[in-house]
Structures are given as C-alpha cells and as structure tokens.
C-alpha cells in the first residue's frame, strides 16, 4: 500500500514500513525503513536543524540551517554539500559535476508488468511509486521508482533519467538504490568465493572506512554474488533485525557500505561505476537495474523466505 499525506510518503508491506518526505528545499529525506507502524505526519521522524556542523556546507543562503552531509536522503549527487557515497555522478554540459535534484510531481500506478528491457519484477497487485526530481539547472529528470509488493514484504526501486536539455550529458555512476540509516550497530554480509567454492558467507563490523562488494568481471560472477544484508545489533538465523539487499542484474554490480562522521550509515548498490561511462543525447533516458530491499525484525531466516516467495512469484514463474 502506497499512502501519500502533504509531502509525506509511506509504503506499507505485510509486516515493514518504508518512509520519506519532500523537505522544505525540495529534497528527499529518508524518514524510516523497518517493522510496520502508523503513521499519520512526519513529525518526530525528522531530524531538526538550528545550523549546519562547523565545518560542513550549507545548501544555500536561503537554508543556512542544514548540510546535505547531514540527513538521510533517498538519492544523492556531488556538489551541494553530501560528501558521502554518491548514487549519481553525471557529467554536465559545461564538463561540472554538480547535480542538485529536487522534487517536481509523483504518480501511483497500480500493477507492474515484464518489462522488454532489462530483466525484473512484476505482478498484476503491485503499487508502483513514481516520483519525478529535477535539475533545473542542467535541464535533467530524474525518476525514482519504488514498488511495492505487500505479501512478500519487499519493496524494490530503480530510476531513470533523461536528458531534456539540447547538449549532451555523460552518466559516471548510476545506482539503482541508496538507503541512509540513523546511527546504530551495523554488520555487513556478502557473499564470496571462486569456482566450485561459491557464496561463502562473510560478516564484517561497520566502522569508519567503506565496506565493498562488487564484481568487474563482466558478470555478477561467482567472486562477489550482488545480494548482501545488513543486521543491526544481535541478529541471527531467527532473532533480531537484519536487511536484504539483491541486484537484479548480471552484469558488473557494485554495494557500497559508509558511515559518515555523525554516524549515519549509507548503503547504495548498482551498476559497478569502474569502467563505466553512457552518454545521453537530447531526450535520451536511461533506465537503472532493479533492485530489491526487504526487511525482517525476527532474523535472517524470514528475510530470506520472504526473498524467495518474491523470485518464485515475481521473477521467475
């Protein structure tokens, strides 16, 4: 279930909630991503600012008061003050890195059919989000695609972006989700290994420097598989709380784990932006794999069931 109150977002699953809101600067702030509550308005989900950390960029002189580095987004670009883990890096018409996307319109759609592209989910009861950001000073849309399949709990996202402007601009990095966290105790787990001796499990502590999972050989690959997850505390096979995160893609795929400074935790996961680079010519789009995210408070083993009931029933049958 999709629900839409003033600028406030919620997707409802069977049993998670996922939440974010339009700020005042037309940004997307991540709000909540976990086990299913009730939410009526954004209050007490939102962090409130006075000013900017000492040595942080503000965003402009009409919003003096917070740093981009500071608060949870649903995407983010160099150039305003986010220094972490970007999801999209293009290359401007004037050669600029800046990009500064904000929030023009939405639209619900109910259903999800095959796509004719690339490979990904579909079904006749999902509710599609789609929410449409501009950088109006490059002339660029981007779209952020979030769906909802209820019964499986889980909640996948793509995008899109095109260029409407008349030069043309270049794509560096393009991930198909980012996920911001509040601080907390985080593990990182992937899944390694060679020929014959596939997805051998390994769990590393989140600290200060990033923690990377990818494949540059061409395919997703038997040396780094694109699903990981991410416990919080004391989690196991049947207590605790832990994310799913999966790449529907079999090409190079990159993840990306970070704590910022204020102890904030990124996740973003996509297309591996080694060696990559896709021009785009006046009115051309380009469209990310899909991700998928699910969440479970009662351990990995229902995490996991709940990632299996979305392939059997949205990916392969």
Same mark, same amino acid.
């Given at each position: 279930?999709?629900?839409?109150?003033?600028?406030?977002?919620?997707?409802?699953?069977?049993?998670?909630?996922?939440?974010?809101?339009?700020? !005042?600067?037309?940004?997307?702030?991540?709000?909540?991503?976990?086990?299913?509550?009730?939410?009526?308005?954004?209050?007490?989900?939102?962090?409130?600012?006075?000013?900017?950390?000492?040595?942080?960029?503000?965003?402009?002189?009409?919003?003096?008061?917070?740093?981009?580095?500071?608060?949870?987004?649903?995407?983010?670009?160099?150039?305003?003050?986010?220094?972490?883990? !970007?999801?999209?890096?293009?290359?401007? !018409?004037?050669?600029?890195?800046?990009?500064?996307?904000?929030?023009?319109?939405?639209?619900?759609?109910?259903?999800?059919?095959?796509?004719?592209?690339?490979?990904?989910?579909?079904?006749?009861?999902?509710?599609?989000?789609?929410?449409?950001?501009?950088?109006?000073?490059?002339?660029?849309?981007?779209?952020?695609?979030?769906? *909802?399949?209820?019964?499986?709990?889980?909640?996948?996202?793509?995008?899109?972006?095109?260029?409407?402007?008349?030069?043309?601009?270049?794509?560096?990095?393009?991930?198909?989700?980012?996920?911001?966290?509040?601080?907390?105790?985080?593990?990182?787990?992937?899944?390694?290994?060679?020929?014959?001796?596939?997805?051998?499990?390994?769990?590393?502590? *989140?600290?200060?420097?990033?923690?990377?999972?990818?494949?540059?050989?061409?395919?997703?690959?038997?040396?780094?598989?694109?699903?990981?997850?991410?416990?919080?505390?004391?989690?196991?096979?049947?207590?605790?709380?832990?994310?799913?995160?999966?790449?529907?893609?079999?090409?190079?795929?990159?993840?990306?784990?970070?704590?910022?400074?204020?102890?904030?935790?990124?996740?973003?996961?996509?297309?591996? !932006?080694?060696?990559?680079?896709?021009?785009?010519?006046?009115?051309?789009?380009?469209?990310?794999?899909?991700?998928?995210?699910?969440?479970?408070?009662?351990?990995?083993?229902?995490?996991?069931?709940?990632?299996?009931?979305?392939?059997?029933?949205?990916?392969?049958?």
């Amino acid at each position: 279930m999709i629900t839409i109150k003033d600028k406030l977002f919620v997707l409802d699953t069977d049993k998670t909630t996922y939440a974010f809101r339009v700020m !005042p600067s037309g940004h997307l702030e991540h709000l909540y991503y976990g086990r299913k509550i009730h939410l009526d308005s954004e209050d007490g989900l939102y962090e409130q600012w006075e000013f900017a950390p000492g040595n942080s960029s503000v965003y402009d002189e009409d919003n003096k008061y917070f740093s981009l580095e500071d608060i949870k987004l649903e995407i983010s670009a160099p150039g305003k003050g986010d220094i972490r883990e !970007p999801a999209l890096e293009l290359v401007n !018409p004037d050669g600029s890195f800046t990009s500064d996307f904000t929030y023009e319109r939405h639209e619900i759609i109910t259903g999800k059919k095959r796509d004719e592209g690339l490979p990904g989910s579909y079904g006749e009861d999902a509710n599609v989000l789609k929410v449409y950001l501009k950088d109006n000073e490059n002339s660029i849309t981007l779209m952020l695609v979030y769906t *909802v399949f209820e019964e499986c709990d889980v909640i996948t996202r793509s995008c899109v972006i095109t260029n409407e402007g008349e030069d043309d601009i270049s794509i560096k990095r393009i991930m198909s989700l980012q996920l911001d966290f509040d601080p907390g105790d985080y593990s990182f787990t992937t899944f390694n290994g060679a020929w014959t001796r596939e997805m051998g499990k390994n769990i590393q502590k *989140v600290g200060a420097s990033k923690l990377v999972n990818s494949s540059s050989t061409g395919a997703s690959s038997n040396r780094s598989n694109p699903f990981v997850m991410l416990g919080k505390g004391i989690y196991d096979e049947d207590f605790g709380e832990v994310y799913g995160i999966n790449l529907v893609y079999s090409g190079n795929h990159y993840t990306c784990v970070e704590n910022n400074p204020y102890g904030k935790l990124r996740l973003v996961t996509g297309i591996n !932006p080694q060696g990559f680079t896709w021009k785009l010519q006046k009115g051309e789009s380009f469209t990310s794999p899909e991700a998928v995210m699910t969440y479970s408070a009662s351990g990995c083993n229902t995490m996991s069931h709940g990632m299996h009931d979305f392939v059997n029933s949205h990916i392969v049958s």
